[in-house]
């Protein structure tokens, strides 16, 4: 299928953009040829790039700015063999767990590929990708070491739903329990990758978590919205003196007390409540040391911004309370329409409702698995904070 792009509308693909928006076509093709491979020219017929096509605000992702094959298994080979080199060159495939393909940061947008232990978990963003997953898993064979024992598509959750209610999760090759062990770290979590959150784990925030574990030893921690157990368990491994995990999901905990067994039993030092985190800051009178607030993304469109940040403000201001005269505030927003400049000014609006100082001390992003493409800076989505709060009337 070939696209062409309006008088004018090529500038930002000539800055490497990989988004075409629906406006910017002389003709929007039928919602029946969503997935299909699209060359894009310009109006004057030169062409500007490869990539696949959905009737949408976003109506074209470019995986090339110049010709290609996205049918050729050579292709895909090359786009992943290169995020492989990069991975190991950062020293991540030591690791038991990393992200390979991270969207558009790999040049592969609508793709995240994570891997645990020897299984790769694949999750299409766009029906274009997904349909090509045969072929990124035969990549995927012969470019990552040691060699894979199964790969596991998760895309169901990801993708359209008018598409999404004809397909199903399954292994494209090999197959596995549905959960394994992973080091990360020398800390030990179990990831289930068939029925767990996004792919299974949270990777993006590993060496955010080894920062909270150099600073809490001997220290009181609460881990809001902790999932499975992320930072409680790198706060108990450093010696923290007591860590609270508190999460909605019953089996979010279940899990969250499985991954503490597995690194050691610390006996009285841990407690897990499963209740909402923003109700259990307001009612409890504990103070802690450190005070994490990691939660899922509170706006995923522009119009649902507002209500947001109102959200994040009232977070911040009650996990601020939470926190020891000069202990640390952890918090985090993984909004990708909220700005990094924006979420500070809100946790900075929280501090001044609450009357107490506060001063940054860390600010914090995504892993080096999760690049962001300087060309696509919407990929830095995580935004954190280490914040020092002091005692009020200072």
């Known amino acids: 299928m070939k696209l062409y792009l309006k008088p004018g509308k090529e500038a930002s693909v000539r800055r ?29 017929g030169r062409l500007l790039g490869v990539g696949h096509f959905h009737r949408g605000n976003i109506a074209v992702r470019l995986l090339t700015f110049e010709a290609a094959d996205l049918n050729a298994p050579a292709f895909w ?13 950062l020293g991540l495939t030591q690791q038991g767990a990393y992200r390979l393909v991270h969207g558009e940061g790999d040049d592969l947008s609508g793709l995240v ?18 349909r090509q997953r045969h072929l990124i898993a035969q990549a ?21 739903e008018n598409y999404a209610q004809h397909i199903q999760n399954g292994y494209l090759a090999g197959s596995a329990s549905g959960s394994a062990i992973v080091c990360e770290n020398d800390v030990r979590f179990r990831v289930d990758w068939e029925s767990g959150q996004k792919t299974g ?16 030893a001997g220290k009181r921690v609460l881990n809001a919205f902790a999932y499975t157990g992320g930072f409680s368990c790198y706060a108990l491994r450093a010696g923290a003196a007591l860590v609270h995990s508190v999460d909605i999901s019953a089996k979010a905990i279940a899990l969250l007390e499985e991954n503490i067994a597995l690194n050691q039993p610390f006996a009285g030092q841990h407690c897990a ?54 202990g640390l505030l952890f918090t985090f927003s993984c909004s990708q329409v909220v700005s990094r400049e924006l979420f500070e000014h809100t946790v900075a609006a ?19 698995d999760h690049p962001t493409n300087v060309y696509h800076p919407e990929g830095a989505y995580l935004k954190g904070l280490v914040v020092q709060i002091g005692s009020a009337g200072e």
């Open 140 to 160: 995927l064979q012969r470019v990552v070491e040691p060699p894979l024992t199964a790969i596991f598509d998760k895309s169901r959750e990801t993708l359209p």
């Open 273 to 326: 409540f499963t209740e909402d985190a923003l109700a259990f800051l307001k009612k409890t009178n504990q103070e802690y040391d450190i005070v994490v607030v990691d939660p899922p993304a509170f706006a995923k469109s522009l119009d649902k911004r507002h209500n947001a940040v109102q959200g994040y403000k009232r977070l911040n201001a009650a996990a601020i309370q939470r926190v020891a005269p000069g």
């Open 113 to 130: 590929i994570d891997l645990y232990g020897q299984v790769a978990v694949v999750q299409c963003h766009s029906i274009g990708m997904h």
């Open 350 to 368: 929280a501090a001044i409702e609450v009357g107490r100082p506060a001063r940054v001390l860390y600010r914090l992003s995504q892993g080096a």
């Open 201 to 216: 784990f949270f990777l993006d925030q590993r060496d955010n978590r080894q920062l909270l574990g150099r600073l809490c």
């Open 16 to 44: 490497f953009h990989p988004w075409i928006f629906s406006g910017a076509l002389q003709e929007l093709p039928s919602a029946d040829a969503d997935g299909e491979v699209a060359e894009v020219y310009d109006h004057r």
């Open 77 to 89: 080979e090359h786009k992943l063999q290169q995020a492989f080199a990069l991975r190991q060159q």
